[in-house]
């Protein structure tokens, strides 16, 4: 495991290529064969439409390199609670990290409660964006092992791991503060 401190931004675009989401700017924390991971605080978003907001919690967020999904672990007063996206494996160009949103997302709040979102949206950008047959099994079936791996705690749903994360980060922030 190694800890690579740089910053990064990160933007998110649709099936087509059409920007989505971009958020200004995230202190990677991880970076190995499996994920890149990044930490931040009061971020700015610019969504696509040119609303601008910042995030409200500290989040650390995992990017997969190789699977079909990113989270975003946002630590919250009664702990920690996850969005998962189901998105397309990350691509890291030039301090940017970047990937497809495929819609469909998973929210497991800190109490636990698990939901998924957003299956209409996904039903109907299926259709306007013709994903292919093969496509709409790959992101079903992540859907299904993200699910498992939630329920068996496996990275990156284990907010232990998902805390020391975040203290490298503030550990990080101290020092360069100094």
């Known amino acids: 495991m190694s800890f690579l401190y740089h910053w990064v931004q990160i933007k998110s675009f649709k099936h087509d290529g059409v920007f989505h989401r971009f958020?200004?700017?995230?202190?990677?924390?991880?970076?190995?064969?499996?994920?890149?991971?990044?930490?931040?605080?009061?971020?700015?978003?610019?969504?696509?439409?040119?609303?601008?907001?910042?995030?409200?919690e500290p989040a650390v967020t995992v990017f997969s390199k190789k699977r079909?999904?990113?989270?975003?672990?946002?630590?919250?007063?009664g702990g920690v609670a996850y969005?998962?996206?189901?998105?397309?494996?990350?691509?890291?160009?030039?301090n940017t990290i970047k990937y497809i949103d495929y819609?469909?997302?998973?929210?497991?709040?800190?109490?636990?409660?698990?939901?998924?979102?957003d299956e209409k949206e996904y039903q109907n950008h299926r259709q306007a964006y013709d994903y292919?047959?093969?496509l709409d099994f790959i992101l079903k079936a992540e859907l299904?092992?993200?699910?498992?791996?939630?329920?068996?705690?496996?990275?990156?749903?284990?907010?232990k791991?998902?805390?020391d994360l975040y203290n490298e980060y503030l550990k990080h922030i101290e020092k360069s503060d100094e």
């Open 132 to 134: 292919s047959q093969d």
């Open 161 to 163: 791991k998902i805390y």
């Open 103 to 117: 819609d469909l997302d998973i929210k497991l709040n800190e109490k636990g409660n698990l939901k998924i979102l």
């Open 68 to 77: 079909w999904y990113n989270v975003i672990c946002m630590l919250k007063e």
């Open 23 to 56: 958020w200004d700017r995230g202190l990677v924390v991880l970076d190995n064969d499996d994920f890149i991971v990044v930490a931040s605080k009061h971020s700015k978003v610019v969504e696509t439409n040119g609303r601008r907001w910042f995030t409200k």
């Open 83 to 94: 969005y998962c996206n189901i998105a397309s494996p990350c691509l890291i160009e030039k």
């Open 144 to 159: 299904e092992d993200v699910e498992n791996d939630i329920k068996q705690h496996n990275f990156p749903f284990d907010d």
